[in-house]
């Protein structure tokens, strides 16, 4: 655990001595939110919520976040096996286990750090209520969210040997895969093979979820629902850590550059 | 306890065999030298022992703990220096050395004694807290065997660690391990292919091609080339091999034909020299006589030079 604690400070770390990241990271879904939110202002109104776009689309700007940060700090597992520091990681006597775990955590406490700003925006507009009832799961789901996201990458990047290659897969997968978890747009209203599409993909339950959890739907709604997607968000953030794990105790020539 | 013994090792990338049947045992407190051209499995035998690859057949140990078997135990006995730079260099010199400290165990006031000591002691006590990018070549060298020595591991496992070290720089290097050997007890296991360094060793492991082809001390090598090694360059750049011919035919001598260069070793080496000279007029561009080298060893062994040894 303190290999793991050790790591995960370490990405902290590392961070905050390169700005270009925190705005990197943060400054696009803002701006989106803001752009997104004045442009469809009366255009797009989801069915049956009485609600306007900009409100809508907070949790999906939060999502992205969320997403940057995990790409970004997943892409560093290719830097660091570039530069060295990863062979010193994997022959000191820390379980693999451990090293995603850092890894994870690291990326999930930037993630949430960057996420809270975005939501201290979201509240300071009053279109949201403040509260810890709020707040509290908000937190939840986006630390399951970033775990499963970074987890994601994780399992992406660490067989990667450069990070072009990354690049690749985050347009042709994780970007689409962040449009079609009603981010964007509700799963409402969408053509029957794109629901599915967005049903079966995981990051669609942590986004409403959030937006459960930030009663941007006008009011707390049904308990049993918000927790249940929160549930499938864990599930998705356990199955993530374990395909990491996996991936990483196996040997590999690539280990090995 | 011996501190590292491999029995029949190999290793197979595909096709490829990177090490061959090795079989090698390496006593406490002895530093052991890896020589081998490069592409002769020293890298990989090193990431044997570092738990990094399992071997496709026989095994290795360190300190008595299989490197298959017990990874863990192997990895707390063993410091790692590697080839290429494993500095976060993000972090100051002492950052690297605290979170290094903290993925070994360490913690509290041992952990901060010891980054505090470490600097000091391999000259780097004003920089410690500066960030590794800023360092030179040198500096990060130093770092790198800081982080190794950290946890006061048994086994010290350096890959080519004088690579892009200057000549003071690397005799610094070799001073230190002299050092930690006497004062901690460590057994330094070092891969080259710089036949000066390997001289430094108390006993030098030559690998040729994935496989051991000798294993003793650096007089001992030399001195089972009889006497002197002399260098024939023939006047024709493509005579070698008719020269080589010759001499064997007129001197009872078995000459080799090396990469262009007839080589040939002798007692009474400056002694023959007149004599050569006299038999093959005008076909000898120059002759030097020399004590034999490691590089002569190894072409003694192998039958070719050092350099051409390299393959893939």
Redesign the interface.
């Known amino acids: 655990m303190t290999a793991a604690l050790t790591l995960a400070q370490r990405e902290l770390v590392r961070f905050f001595r390169q700005p270009n990241r925190i705005v990197g990271a943060i400054g696009q879904p803002v701006l989106f939110w803001f752009l997104f939110g004045a442009a469809f202002k009366d255009s797009l109104r989801p069915p049956g919520v009485e609600q306007d776009y900009a409100q809508f689309f907070a949790p999906g700007v939060a999502a992205m976040i969320v997403l940057f940060t995990a790409i970004f700090s997943t892409i560093s597992i290719i830097e660091d096996r570039r530069e060295g520091f990863l062979q010193a990681v994997l022959v000191a006597p820390v379980p693999r286990s451990a090293i995603v775990l850092g890894k994870l955590l690291g990326g999930t406490l930037l993630a949430m750090l960057q996420a809270l700003f975005f939501l201290t925006l979201v509240f300071a507009t009053g279109k949201v209520p403040f509260g810890w009832e709020v707040v509290g799961p908000s937190l939840l789901i986006l630390f399951l969210m970033g775990l499963a996201l970074t987890g994601l990458g994780f399992c992406i990047a660490w067989r990667m040997d450069s990070t072009q290659g990354f690049h690749a897969i985050m347009s042709v997968f994780l970007l689409p895969m962040w449009l079609l978890s009603g981010s964007v747009f509700p799963v409402e209203g969408a053509a029957t093979w794109l629901v599915w599409v967005m049903r079966l993909n995981p990051l669609t339950y942590g986004v409403e979820a959030l937006r459960r959890a930030l009663w941007l739907h006008g009011a707390p709604g049904d308990p049993a629902v918000l927790w249940g997607y929160t549930a499938i968000t864990l599930l998705f953030a356990l199955a993530m850590f374990a395909g990491a794990t996996w991936i990483a105790r196996k040997r590999q020539t690539v280990d090995l550059q | 306890m011996s501190a590292i013994v491999t029995r029949g090792l190999r290793c197979t990338?595909g096709e490829r065999r990177a090490l061959d049947d090795l079989s090698l045992t390496v006593e406490a407190q002895e530093i052991v030298g890896l020589l081998g051209p490069n592409g002769s499995g020293k890298t990989t035998l090193f990431?044997v022992l570092?738990?990094?690859?399992?071997p496709t057949a026989g095994s290795a140990s360190v300190l008595g703990h299989d490197t298959v078997a017990e990874p863990?135990a192997v990895?707390?006995a063993?410091g790692?220096v590697?080839q290429?730079?494993?500095?976060?260099?993000?972090?100051t010199v002492a950052?690297n050395l605290l979170?290094?400290g903290?993925?070994?165990?360490l913690?509290g006031r041992a952990l901060r004694a010891r980054v505090q000591e470490l600097p000091g002691e391999v000259g780097l006590q004003d920089r410690a807290g500066e960030r590794t990018e800023k360092l030179s070549g040198g500096l990060k060298r130093r770092v790198e065997l800081a982080?190794g020595l950290l946890h006061r591991p048994q086994v010290l496992l350096l890959d080519e660690p004088s690579g892009a070290l200057d000549p003071g720089a690397r005799r610094d290097l070799w001073r230190y391990l002299q050092r930690v050997r006497e004062e901690s007890g460590v057994t330094p296991f070092v891969t080259t292919h710089l036949m000066e360094e390997a001289e430094r060793c108390d006993r030098i492991a030559i690998l040729d091609r994935g496989r051991l082809v000798a294993f003793d001390t650096p007089d001992a090598l030399k001195s089972r080339i009889g006497g002197e090694v002399l260098r024939i360059t023939p006047t024709d750049p493509d005579g070698s091999r008719g020269l080589c011919a010759a001499i064997a035919e007129r001197f009872d001598v078995q000459p080799t034909d090396i990469a262009g260069e007839v080589r040939l070793e002798r007692h009474d080496g400056a002694a023959f020299l007149p004599a050569l000279f006299e038999a093959f007029p005008g076909r000898i561009a120059a002759a030097t006589v020399a004590r034999p080298s490691l590089e002569d060893v190894f072409i003694g062994l192998t039958g070719h030079r050092f350099r051409e040894g390299a393959e893939g």
Not at chain 2, 50 to 54: I, P, S, V
Not at chain 2, 102 to 105: A, I, P
């Open positions: 990338y990431r570092t738990t990094l690859l399992a863990m990895r707390r063993i790692v590697f290429a730079p494993s500095l976060d260099r993000k972090l950052e979170y290094q903290r993925l070994y165990g913690r982080k």
